[in-house]
């Protein structure tokens, strides 16, 4: 069975401040891991995966993920907050070898300030 | 493309009717999923289809069913609707087990009164 964990499910930055993300997960075999934002009134958009390629995972918008086994973590970066990343951002894990059963987190709310 | 269509945008339905929630993907993914989603709860997997003729459960689909006889449509039906049922429901599909990220609709909301 595979669980995901977020933490913290509301996060405010300042515009231009560091936006860090948590997610561990626990998984039985080797994981793919993803990283989705939701804007809201709208589905879920890929920011990026890790599938047993590299650990350090860049995706769109300037933002970036790494995997990290023996903290069983993949938390989400991104340099400089735009008052645009303001979202609901959901981690989620599926067994390597699969490609349609997703656990998802709880979400975190990312707020952006001026 | 137009990627993942979901049909309707929204639905009210009365305790007890049935409905389906249409699913349709043009990009020839093998692989689709259906998710409700909650406040709190993240989206939970309720069945998915690993090919045309393959359907499975996943964690919550009692009062849920699917089929899957095309490549292209996916539906979700409701067999007799319960309040708890109110709900966000996305679809979703992939293309591979080696390109395994899914591409999600934009959603139906559906209420149940």
């Known amino acids: 069975a595979q669980s995901v964990t977020q933490l913290g499910s509301h996060v405010s930055v300042s515009e231009g401040a560091l936006v860090l993300l948590r997610c561990n997960y626990s998984?039985?075999?080797?994981?793919?891991l993803f990283w989705y934002v939701q804007y809201p009134n709208q589905g879920l958009q890929l920011l990026l995966k890790?599938?047993?390629?590299?650990?350090l995972v860049k995706g769109i918008n300037g933002f970036e993920a790494e995997f990290k086994k023996s903290e069983t973590s993949f938390h989400l970066t991104k340099p400089s907050a735009h008052m645009s990343d303001a979202a609901e951002y959901f981690c989620?894990?599926?067994?390597?070898?699969?490609?349609?059963?997703?656990?998802f987190g709880t979400g975190t709310r990312l707020q952006v300030t001026l | 493309n137009a990627g993942v269509t979901q049909t309707p945008k929204f639905q009210v339905l009365k305790t007890g009717q049935s409905m389906t929630l249409q699913c349709a993907q043009d990009?020839?993914?093998?692989?689709m999923s259906w998710y409700r989603q909650d406040p709190g709860m993240g989206l939970r997997l309720i069945h998915y289809?690993?090919?045309?003729?393959?359907?499975d459960q996943g964690e919550v689909p009692n009062g849920y069913n699917v089929s899957r006889s095309t490549t292209e449509d996916f539906p979700l039906r409701l067999l007799s609707a319960a309040p708890s049922q109110t709900s966000v429901y996305f679809c979703?599909?992939?293309?591979?087990?080696?390109?395994?990220?899914?591409?999600f609709g934009p959603g139906t909301r559906l209420t149940v009164t």
């Open positions: 979703a599909s992939s293309y591979s087990l080696g390109r395994p990220e899914q591409y």
């Open positions: 289809s690993v090919g045309a003729g393959i359907t």
């Open positions: 998984s039985s075999v080797p994981p793919y």
């Open positions: 890790y599938t047993s390629a590299a650990t």
């Open positions: 989620a894990v599926s067994e390597a070898g699969t490609a349609s059963k997703l656990t």
């Open positions: 990009m020839n993914h093998e692989y």
